[in-house]
């Protein structure tokens, strides 16, 4: 129902930054709750951080609380990940998503509807 695209990612030495973007499709962006979160190969996909559809709201993983921030701009249908002091283990294939309906912030997969086809973060040492 709702496309998402992301784009951004690269390779980047640890240290560095990178910020991910994701544009959506829908016509009411406002009223999602947006997602980012991240997989590595062989794990369970990772919650990183997520905003109200206001973006007066933002919630974090303890993993990049003060490094990570998510961020969107209703007007252009995007929503933002700046990522800054990016650690190999942040290495990941970075996903957003969206929830339509209506909850609070939430870290677990299954309250998103809809998926981006994901960028790949690589962080070297």
């Known amino acids: 129902q709702v496309q998402l695209v992301e784009s951004g990612g690269g390779l980047v030495q640890a240290g560095g930054s990178l910020r991910l973007s994701c544009a959506a499709s829908?016509?009411?962006?406002?009223?999602?709750?947006m997602g980012w979160f991240r997989q590595v190969p062989g794990k369970e996909r990772e919650f990183v951080a997520a905003?109200?559809?206001?973006?007066?709201?933002?919630y974090y993983a303890d993993s990049v609380k003060g490094r990570f921030t998510i961020s969107r701009d209703n007007a252009k249908n995007s929503v933002y990940l700046q990522m800054n002091s990016l650690k190999p283990e942040d290495t990941a294939v970075y996903y957003c998503?969206?929830?339509?309906?209506?909850?609070?912030?939430?870290?677990?997969?299954?309250?998103?509807?809809?998926w981006g086809q994901g960028t790949q973060v690589t962080v070297s040492s």
């Open positions: 905003i109200s559809g206001s973006g007066i709201s933002s």
């Open positions: 829908g016509r009411t962006f406002s009223s999602y709750v």
């Open positions: 998503a969206a929830s339509l309906r209506g909850m609070v912030l939430s870290a677990l997969p299954g309250a998103y509807d809809s």
